[in-house]
Structures are given as structure tokens and as C-alpha cells.
């Protein structure tokens, strides 16, 4: 079946340590992005890859990092910079063909200390 | 100013009855793209439903419709035949597809639907 993996669901980090989440995609879609979701709250995007070895930032890009080496993976790595990192990450996917509808993953929950 | 709003932070609605989940937007593009999605308590957001600005039919996917009014800016979910597995969040989203911006998505706030037995 395809679709979109993220691991691990539920992550913790000691505060000051890097610490990168996986994303994996079997679909065969060029676009890949990384929101970030707190409580209570929508999706705020943080970075987004239209083809392999190009991305561009989102709108709260600030202390994360991303690579996209290969059309079926998307690591973001969250790094000591980020003020807040705790909160709820989703992976998505998207073809680049009318609709755009982008498919999630499961989410990793990150739980800094 | 927000581009998407969801003015119903909840809803309730019995098992069995139709909902209407509201969503309006703002943008100055004529091309553009709305989008509903699915949020379960676990988490993964589920696409429901799509429709194009220049699409002159309202979408539809199974028990779910889109009434589209593009006059007004609006782009309501409608669940027909709530079940208990629609209890879950629902996001509103919107595509511009102004040159430059390369496809993202704006996001609502969201609304909360629980259905009761």
C-alpha cells in the first residue's frame, strides 16, 4: 500500500539537543512539506520541497532544517535554536497535478524538556 | 487579516442528521483551489474533499458535499448521515494560485464535531 510514514509517533528530547524526525513516501509525488501543530491550533507551515535538492522555508522555518537528497524522503531536524519545540509535526505529500490535495502521515509527537 | 475562517469552534450534531461545518475565505485571485480535511484524536489529517475555483459543480465524495458559493466567498462542508467516526476536528484550506507561491496551503483554524448517539 502506499502512503506515508513518520517516525516515531512519540519522541522525547532533553532541551539543547538536535533531534530529527523521518518522513517516507512510497507515492511517487514530487512535493513534500513539514507543518508544525500546537494545541488548539492549525497548521503552520515550516518548510516545503517542490523537487528533490530544493526546498524553501515556510513561515516559522526559524530553528529547523530540512534535506530532500532523495524524491521519497524528507528528514526535518529540529534544532537547539528552536525557542518551543514541543508540539505535534506532520509530514505531507502532494503530486504536482490539479488538485494538490496533499496526504498526511501519522504524525510525531515531540516532547522537549 | 486571515485568509480562511472557520467561525464554529464546535459543533454537536445527533447521529444520523446532516451537519454544515462553515468556512469562508478571502483572496483576490480568480484561480484557487479549497480543500477539507479529516483530524481524528489520533492525529493524521485525512483528505476529504476538494474544489476548484473554476469548477462549476459542487464537489462531492461519498457523504460528503462542498457547497461552493463563490460570491460569497464561502466553501461549506456538509456531512450527510453523521455517523460517530465524524467526531473529529475539520480543517478548511486554501490554495492561491498566484504565480510565485508555489502551491502552499493557508489553513483555518479548524472545527471541532462531535456526534452524539
Known amino acids: 500500500d502506499g502512503g506515508i510514514t513518520q517516525s516515531p509517533k512519540y519522541l522525547f528530547r532533553k532541551e539543547g539537543q538536535n533531534v530529527t524526525l523521518s518522513c517516507e513516501q512510497n507515492l511517487n509525488h514530487d512535493a513534500m512539506y513539514w507543518y508544525r501543530q500546537d494545541p488548539g491550533q492549525g497548521l503552520r507551515l515550516i518548510y516545503y520541497?517542490?523537487?528533490?535538492?530544493?526546498?524553501q522555508k515556510g513561515d516559522i522555518a526559524e530553528g529547523y532544517s530540512v534535506s530532500r537528497e532523495k524524491k521519497e524522503s524528507f528528514p526535518l531536524t529540529v534544532t537547539s535554536a528552536q525557542k518551543n519545540p514541543t508540539a505535534f509535526y506532520l509530514c505531507?505529500?502532494?503530486?504536482?497535478?490539479?488538485?494538490?490535495?496533499?496526504?498526511f502521515g501519522p504524525g510525531t509527537r515531540l516532547t522537549v524538556t | 487579516a486571515q485568509k480562511i475562517t472557520q467561525t464554529q469552534p464546535g459543533m454537536f450534531v445527533q447521529e444520523k442528521e446532516a451537519v454544515t461545518l462553515d468556512c469562508t475565505y478571502d483572496t483576490s485571485d480568480q484561480s484557487y483551489g479549497l480543500f477539507w480535511y479529516k483530524q481524528p484524536s489520533s492525529g493524521e489529517m485525512i483528505f476529504l474533499i476538494y474544489?476548484?475555483?473554476?469548477d462549476e459543480q459542487n464537489a462531492t465524495e461519498g457523504r460528503y458535499s462542498l457547497n461552493f458559493q463563490k460570491a460569497r466567498k464561502s466553501a461549506n462542508l456538509v456531512i450527510s448521515a453523521s455517523q460517530l467516526g465524524d467526531s473529529a476536528m475539520y480543517f478548511c484550506a486554501m490554495r492561491e494560485d498566484n504565480a510565485g507561491n508555489n502551491r502552499k496551503l493557508i489553513w483555518g483554524l479548524g472545527t471541532s464535531l462531535a456526534v452524539n448517539p
Open positions: 505531507a505529500s502532494s503530486k504536482r497535478d490539479r488538485g494538490n490535495e496533499q496526504y
Open positions: 520541497s517542490q523537487i528533490v535538492n530544493d526546498f
Open positions: 474544489q476548484g475555483s473554476y
